[in-house]
């Protein structure tokens, strides 16, 4: 079974597809810190060195150290906005100008070079507004898979709070994976954007303290498919 880690930030709450999240996006941070605290040697890609925009899979992400990764099947493409707009549907980047745009056709796949990784992590802007969920599925080097639902909202035609909220979705996995697909139930009508994609190498969970969440929704960090999952708050991260 899969080890996730997932935290989300409602969108703005009266113009979301023209506003962007309000920060901090505590929820997110938090995902992201804890995520990071099980993975060693990590790298980003931001995609704001090397890119341009509206330029087409396939697109190949240069890691320094991990070697590369390259994205493609999919009509999906590169975006610039600049801060603080959003593309007018409630996308943007989670840093900088650029960021990934989901396609009209086919899921996102992910392949990696090299064939020791065994963690990635990436922020989602706009997931799941237009009733699309997201599933991730992982594909293995020994050839097994694993499919993810993450627990996002699923929002109707762009409104508030689902349309350009901010989510971070991290796998540490135990075993070296050779692809990941990014798809989701809506493909073509529910898209949005990817940023600030992280590969790393996974080392043993550590665990996380906590207790239940009192602002916006949950941090998840699950164990199991079926997300019985620990709710944590940011403050108590260690």
């Known amino acids: 079974s899969l080890t996730t880690y997932f935290g989300h930030d409602d969108g703005n709450p009266t113009t979301p597809e023209t ?3 309000p920060t901090p996006w505590t929820q997110h941070d938090a995902a992201k810190a804890a995520f990071l605290l099980n993975v060693t040697g990590e790298e980003t890609v931001d995609f704001e060195t090397g890119y341009v925009d509206d330029q087409v899979n396939p697109l190949t992400l240069t890691f320094s150290v991990l070697g590369t990764a390259t994205l493609s099947v999919s ?6 906005v600049i801060p603080p707009a959003t593309n007018g549907t409630g996308r943007y980047g989670t840093s900088g100008e650029f960021y990934y ?4 056709t086919g899921d996102d796949l992910l392949t990696f070079s090299r064939t020791d990784i065994t963690a990635f992590g990436y922020s989602g802007v706009d997931v799941g507004d237009f009733a699309g969920q997201l599933q991730v599925t992982v594909h293995f080097v020994d050839t097994t898979t694993e499919v993810w639902e993450p627990p996002h909202m699923v929002g109707a035609l762009g409104a508030s709070p689902v349309a350009g909220s901010v989510a971070f979705f991290g796998i540490p996995a135990t075993k070296p994976i050779a692809t990941v697909e990014f798809g989701n139930t809506a493909a073509g009508s529910d898209v949005f954007a ?9 080392m043993a969970p550590i665990g996380v303290p906590g207790a239940p969440s009192t602002c916006g929704a949950p941090l998840i960090v699950s164990s199991c498919p079926q997300l019985c999952a620990v709710t944590v708050p940011a403050p108590t991260l260690v």
Do not use: C, H, P, Y
């Open 194 to 202: 990817l940023d600030d994609f992280i590969i790393a190498l996974a």
């Open 75 to 80: 009509s999906g493409f590169i975006n610039q």
């Open 19 to 21: 506003v962007r999240a």
């Open 101 to 104: 745009s989901t396609g009209a």
